[in-house]
């Protein structure tokens, strides 16, 4: 079969290209059945964490992409034992790199503390000038960017000063420089820090008004904004769930809401009750198909429905054939992202 020799070819000339895994996925699917195994086996060694991989997993237990695999239970504040924290990081750092005797992870040394940019975030925090401190501190975490040992200390500060955005960048890159593994082979208090879950009675409030997954929900939020509610990107979109102004205007109206501005999406309760508003729509237009309503919060559901009308209701097909790469790339990293808030928080 043709498609199969071209995926093939693909994966054996160019292992390192990026459409590896995607490579590996679809001679699973068109090849025959020892060669499916054996391709589809191969992607589970190579990034088990990855979509394809986890499509994989999916599709060998037979489990759902729709709304039936969600857990609607209340989700819970995770517990945060920071001498536990510092004990098993430093465990995990001292395998890989160098940690001088006595390093205490809990109190920010002063070649962190001393620095202009970190001073300055500092006192802009105080002032409540929440965006500015952010721009601030980034430049403390550029400084820090080869050091594993300062990436270490600023994600567990930043995120004292309850700065999980900047505490998850750090986190990540962390991992990064980790020559072993990735995040989800890190300890687990790594992990969290990387993948925060923040906001739990309204998650919980919110999905179970909707008929959703908080971890869904909160997996949303971490690809939308990394849980930062001053958050607002180059197109305006703003808050927790990045809810772009004419869509909250809308979102507003139709929950009958009076005296609303805009930036009300500023505010976590207002944001997240609008995201899972606007996630809980696309899941009942789009037949309660998790990754296709992804797909629309992204990219629109306009645009939602010419891809599946050319996909032909094939999922995987409908994936391949986003127009806007962006939006592929945005529901898979999103799947990701739910897969391990449930391996973490559930």
Known sequence: ??????????VEKYPTSSYRDAGLYWVGQVG??????????KLLELNPHGYYALRVQQIRSNGSLTGSRMVLDT???PNWDEEQV?????????????VPTGTSLIDLPESLATRTDYRQGRRLLAA???????????????????????????????????????????????????????????????????????????????AQAKDLDPLLLAALIRQESLFEPSAESYAGARGLGQVMPA????????????????DDLYRPAISVRFCAFYLAGQMGRFDDQILVALA??????????????????????????LTAP??????????????TYETLYR
């Open 247 to 262: 869509t909250g205007e809308g979102i507003a109206q139709s929950l009958g809401m009076e005296g609303f501005h805009l």
């Open 326 to 339: 962006q939006s592929r790339i945005y529901l898979q990293r999103v799947y990701e992202q739910y897969i």
């Open 86 to 98: 510092e004990a098993d990081i430093l465990a995990w750092l001292s395998g890989w790199t160098t």
């Open 296 to 321: 629309a919060y992204h990219g629109g559901p306009g645009n939602t429905i010419r891809w599946l009308e050319s996909s032909g209701d094939d999922l995987d097909l409908f994936v391949e054939i």
């Open 128 to 206: 409540g000038m929440r965006r500015e401190a952010l721009a601030a501190y980034d430049g403390t975490r550029a400084a820090a960017w080869k050091d594993p040992l300062a990436l270490t200390h600023l994600a567990l500060d930043f995120r004292e000063q309850g700065l999980h955005g900047l505490a998850a960048r750090c986190a990540s890159r962390l991992v990064g420089l980790w020559p072993d593994g990735v995040v989800q082979d890190a300890p687990e208090a790594v992990q969290r820090l990387a993948y925060p879950l923040l906001y739990t009675d309204l998650l919980s409030a919110e």
């Open 32 to 41: 025959n059945k020892t060669i499916a195994q054996a391709s589809w086996d």
């Open 1 to 10: 079969m043709k498609a199969e020799k071209d995926w093939k070819a693909l």
């Open 75 to 77: 989700i819970e504040a």
